[in-house]
């Protein structure tokens, strides 16, 4: 037996992430033990002062250790790639996309000194991996990783926002309910939408020589599907991470049990950025193709998207 425990992590519809852990020993009844002692450290600025996660990149020491003393980036999919996987093992191919996954900072003030190492083909080179759910750590896999991390966390909170000023209001308080709203459907749309993402710097092609994990085509084939055969999940990874720029966590249950009040703004703001009347700058990325494929979608496979929003020609 190896002993300790294993760490979970769910994401409650209302609550948000609410963690466990199993002991790793033999037992009759095994059991997961709820662990609110984590929230000491999972519910801070970083996961938006709610329960949520944190993906943090780092300088990682040739024992594995974090050289603390460097620093860190957290990460999401507005991260630079150049900035991310710290500390990871990545495997299979990135073409020539530079990451900081599989190095070490050999020296504590030359975090230059970590350059790119190799990809991996398979963590069984490093260790043993039988033991573990997937002998693999491909860049796709890690990219909706980091996104979908802070959606989480936005989702949550957009919830617990509406479900507060509710309750204010019931009480006789005087928050300006309809602001709030606004504001977190705007930050949340935003990130759905993938307004923000960092570019890739160049394709993520597989190289024929290397072996793939096959995330892509297990992740792709969930769906939902549209009546032209298209989902939200399909990878683009050449310029961006998704074919069509819009996170498929809309179909989540924790977006699904959003209180009306919320999803009603989410939706609002959605319809807004996608029908062209929000003109910022950053929107001009997604270009007329990408809202129409996304409307056109989203209308065949979100049974409870409201009646206004339509295709667009």
């Known amino acids: ?22 002991a790793q020993e033999w037992t009759e009844r095994p059991a997961f033990q709820r662990r609110d002692e ?12 709610v329960p949520g996660m944190m993906v943090r990149s780092m300088f990682p020491a040739p024992d594995g250790r974090p050289r603390l003393i460097l620093g860190g980036f957290l ?31 050999a020296e504590e003030q030359r975090t230059s000194a970590m350059g790119t190492a190799p990809a991996l083909s398979l963590l069984e080179k490093k260790f043993d991996a039988s033991h573990y759910l997937s002998p693999n750590s491909d860049v796709g896999a890690l990219m909706v990783f980091d996104h979908q991390m802070h959606m989480m966390n936005l989702i949550t909170r957009a919830g617990w926002e509406a479900r507060a000023a509710a309750y204010d209001a019931a009480h006789g308080g005087h928050a300006d309910t309809d602001k709030i709203l606004r504001e977190a459907a705007e930050e949340l749309v935003d990130y759905l939408l993938f307004v923000d993402e960092a570019p890739l710097p160049a394709p993520i092609q597989p ?7 096959g995330f892509a085509r297990a992740f792709t084939a969930r769906g939902p599907f549209d009546r032209q055969g298209r989902s939200l999940r399909e990878l683009d990874l050449q310029r ?18 959003l209180p009306s009040a919320a999803k009603a703004a989410i939706y609002g703001r959605l319809w807004q950025v996608l029908s062209g009347s929000v003109r910022g700058e950053k929107y001009q990325r997604l270009s007329p193709a990408d809202r129409r494929a996304i409307l056109e979608i989203l209308r ?3 049974p409870d998207l409201p009646a206004y929003i339509q295709p667009i020609g």
């Not at 037996?1 to 199993?22: K, R």
Request: net charge positive; aromatic share 12%.
């Open 1 to 22: 037996m190896y002993g300790g425990f294993i760490e979970l992590a769910s994401q409650d519809p209302q609550q948000g992430v609410v963690f466990y852990t199993l």
């Open 300 to 302: 065949d496979t979100k």
């Open 38 to 49: 984590c929230l000491r450290c999972h519910v801070s600025d970083a996961s938006l002062g």
């Open 240 to 257: 961006r991470l998704l074919r069509y720029p819009c996170s498929y966590m809309i179909y989540s249950e924790a977006f699904d049990a």
């Open 75 to 105: 990460i999401d999919h507005r991260s630079p790639i150049e900035n991310r996987w710290g500390g990871y093992y990545v495997t299979g191919a990135s073409g020539r996309v530079r990451h900081l996954g599989n190095a070490v900072a």
């Open 207 to 213: 190289a024929a020589t290397v072996r793939t994990s």
